[in-house]
């Protein structure tokens, strides 16, 4: 599964982006999608997942300022970002992996697939 992620940019703190996931020629309807994000220096961090039924999960320092949502007919995996802090600077990562059981829903593998990543800097 190929995965591409846009969205990113420059924004003073306090701004917003909307990030999108996009997999060329497969299916991620019914994927586990996850965002993460990696900061120069850092380790790569989970910062949300939506599973098969919709249900989402948000680490805690993105809780109340990050949506995750998915357009199933769209094929497309979105990250709403508001309130943007300096600290979520960081190259911003889409992620796919099959369901448990798997279903013909979604491409992806058990191994997770990734994009290339899309750039958030945060001024403050």
């Known amino acids: 599964v190929q995965l591409v992620e846009s969205g990113g940019g420059s924004v003073q703190a306090g701004g917003s982006l909307k990030l999108s996931c996009t997999a060329r020629g497969y299916t991620l309807r019914t994927c586990e999608l996850s965002w993460y994000r990696q900061a120069p220096g850092k380790e790569r961090e989970l910062v949300s997942h939506i599973s098969r039924d919709d249900i989402t999960q948000y680490i805690d320092a993105v809780k109340g300022r990050f949506t995750i949502s998915r357009d199933k007919t769209r094929n497309i995996l979105y990250l709403e970002m508001n309130s943007l802090k300096s600290e979520d600077t960081a190259m911003y990562y889409c992620?796919?992996?099959?369901?448990?059981?798997?279903?013909?829903?979604?491409?992806?593998?058990?191994?997770?697939?990734w994009g290339q990543g899309t750039q958030v800097t945060v001024s403050s």
């Open positions: 992620a796919a992996e099959s369901p448990i059981p798997p279903d013909d829903g979604c491409s992806a593998s058990f191994d997770p697939d």
